[in-house]
């Protein structure tokens, strides 16, 4: 298995539409150093969203950088498949979705001492669809050395990028 494959790609963007310009790691690399040269200290949070419409489904991948105590901003990636997908499979496409883009990106969050979070579109509770991958989801993101946030606290999967799947615009013919 080949991780890293979401942070060289170069559909990345910024929330208002506009391409990043570089690679992402050298967006990502200019944001670290800009930041620390500034004084704010950075967290990253890594969420990944998906929404089936008819016979796509939509993957939004979003790396949210927060400015303690001043906000933040963040980076999107869209991807968009034709196929069904059962719910446990999708949540677990979520997370490998995530934690593609946060090991492609791991030496930089080592290098600038940033603390680094996958959070997963999975709720903690058996009462909400979403669990079913919940124990699955955990035991893969600790396991690969990350530290894991689930619904309602994973906010960069459940509000970040699910307010971009929410809004995006479904092809009329098929994209991979």
């Known amino acids: 298995m080949e991780f890293g494959k979401l942070s060289k790609s170069l559909n990345w963007q910024r929330l208002n539409g506009q391409k990043l310009g570089c690679s ?13 040269e500034a004084g704010n200290q950075i967290k990253v949070c890594i969420g990944t969203d998906s929404q089936v419409k008819g016979q796509f489904v939509e993957f939004v991948t979003v ?18 498949y034709e196929c069904k997908i059962q ?21 930089l ?11 997963a579109d999975i709720n903690k509770q058996p009462k909400f669809q979403s669990n079913v991958a919940f124990k699955e989801a955990m ?3 600790l396991g690969m050395g990350f530290v894991f946030v689930a619904k309602p606290e994973a906010y960069a999967s459940s509000s970040c990028a699910d307010k971009v799947v929410k809004g995006g615009k479904w092809p009329k013919k098929k994209v991979a």
Do not use: Q
Request: proline share 2%; net charge negative.
């Open 63 to 80: 790396i949210v950088f927060l400015r303690k105590g001043k906000g933040g901003f963040m980076f999107k990636h869209r991807n968009i």
């Open 109 to 119: 969050w080592e290098r600038y001492e940033v603390d680094m979070e996958i959070h």
């Open 87 to 107: 719910t446990a499979r999708r949540m677990l496409m979520e997370v490998y979705d995530s934690i593609d883009v946060g090991y492609g990106l791991e030496e």
């Open 139 to 141: 035991g893969y993101v």
């Open 24 to 36: 992402l790691p050298e967006a990502v690399e200019k944001i670290l150093i800009k930041e620390s």
